[in-house]
């Protein structure tokens, strides 16, 4: 909690403890997955305590959406649609954005031998989402649902952290959420490589014609998210300034979008393009 000082509750899994009806008035939060020790009251669990996984997150903040929520939920639907990705097991509007789960059927332990492949993945799950990547550890908090978020700009009608929707049957096998993340796996693998910063007028339009013409290559016959994502990453690699990559990727957004509801419009390619840029 945040009440003043922080302040962390460790108990076992098997004997949840109830929350003070006084602490939903401040920032409360719980630890995504469950640690292997009690810290003490100053501390809470890092990567390297915890325990095992329940699942992944995904977590998605208004201000990175033109439409705010309603933009993030047309962006998870649309993934979830023309993507096939898996629908998340509850969502929660955390007040400034949602936060989404995806539960495994079973937990999964951690140990020094698969650790680093657990991280890897979580990191390449908030990427093939499209979600902030700035939340991605495994020691994540996220915000207790039924607490308000009661930071100063929301007051004085400080929102209830809530449910969206939840299913809590809805399990998925890990291997299977780990072949969805695939892609963005391998491509972390790839070591990158130096940014080329063209020289002249000519080798910049040169490189971006070449750049967003692969692209809509690509994009038009699938994947158009995850192509978006690469033409972004690839514009900043070659030096091309958020300004210039900000007609790029709305031109890639116009050529591979088409018209109606299974469009991809230009705010999920500036979504992506701040993601990128920072």
């Given at each position: 909690?945040?009440?003043?000082?922080?302040?962390?509750?460790?108990?076992?899994?098997?004997?949840?403890a109830?929350?003070?009806?006084?602490?939903?008035?401040?920032?409360?939060?719980?630890?995504v997955?469950?640690?292997?020790?009690?810290?003490g009251?100053?501390?809470?669990?890092?990567?390297?305590t915890?325990?095992?996984?329940?699942?992944?997150?995904?977590?998605?903040?208004?201000?990175?959406?033109?439409?705010?929520?309603?933009?993030?939920?047309?962006?998870?639907?649309?993934?979830?649609?023309?993507?096939?990705?898996?629908?998340?097991?509850?969502?929660?509007d955390?007040?400034?954005?949602?936060?989404?789960?995806?539960?495994?059927?079973?937990?999964?332990?951690?140990?020094?031998?698969?650790r680093?492949d657990?991280?890897?993945?979580?990191?390449?799950?908030?990427?093939?989402?499209?979600?902030?990547?700035?939340?991605?550890?495994?020691?994540?908090?996220?915000?207790?649902?039924?607490?308000?978020?009661?930071?100063?700009?929301?007051?004085?009608?400080?929102?209830?952290?809530?449910?969206?929707?939840?299913?809590?049957?809805?399990?998925?096998?890990?291997?299977?959420?780990?072949?969805?993340?695939?892609?963005?796996?391998?491509a972390?693998?790839?070591?990158?490589?130096?940014?080329?910063?063209?020289?002249?007028?000519?080798?910049i339009?040169?490189?971006?014609?070449?750049?967003?013409?692969?692209?809509?290559?690509?994009?038009?016959?699938?994947?158009?998210?995850?192509?978006g994502y690469?033409?972004?990453?690839?514009?900043?690699?070659?030096?091309?300034?958020?300004?210039?990559?900000?007609?790029?990727?709305?031109?890639?957004?116009?050529?591979?979008?088409?018209?109606?509801?299974?469009?991809?419009?230009?705010?999920?390619?500036?979504?992506?393009l701040?993601?990128?840029?920072?």
């Amino acid at each position: 909690t945040e009440r003043g000082r922080g302040e962390s509750l460790w108990f076992p899994t098997s004997k949840p403890a109830p929350v003070p009806e006084s602490w939903r008035h401040g920032h409360l939060y719980f630890g995504v997955h469950p640690g292997a020790e009690n810290r003490g009251p100053k501390c809470r669990a890092t990567i390297a305590t915890v325990a095992a996984i329940n699942g992944l997150y995904a977590e998605f903040d208004a201000k990175d959406f033109e439409q705010g929520k309603e933009g993030i939920a047309a962006h998870v639907e649309t993934l979830w649609r023309d993507e096939r990705l898996p629908w998340p097991s509850d969502i929660v509007d955390s007040g400034g954005g949602w936060h989404c789960h995806w539960l495994i059927n079973k937990p999964f332990p951690l140990g020094d031998i698969n650790r680093e492949d657990i991280r890897r993945l979580q990191w390449a799950w908030v990427k093939t989402w499209g979600a902030d990547d700035g939340a991605k550890d495994l020691a994540r908090v996220l915000r207790v649902p039924g607490s308000y978020n009661v930071k100063p700009h929301y007051a004085p009608d400080y929102p209830q952290v809530h449910f969206v929707e939840a299913n809590f049957q809805r399990l998925y096998d890990l291997a299977d959420l780990v072949a969805e993340a695939t892609p963005q796996l391998e491509a972390m693998k790839q070591p990158a490589p130096p940014p080329v910063v063209p020289q002249t007028t000519g080798e910049i339009v040169g490189t971006t014609e070449t750049l967003l013409r692969g692209a809509v290559r690509q994009g038009i016959s699938g994947k158009r998210n995850a192509v978006g994502y690469w033409l972004a990453k690839k514009l900043r690699e070659h030096g091309i300034s958020s300004i210039g990559a900000d007609s790029i990727m709305r031109d890639y957004a116009r050529q591979v979008g088409g018209s109606g509801p299974e469009a991809y419009c230009e705010r999920e390619a500036l979504a992506t393009l701040r993601s990128v840029y920072g």
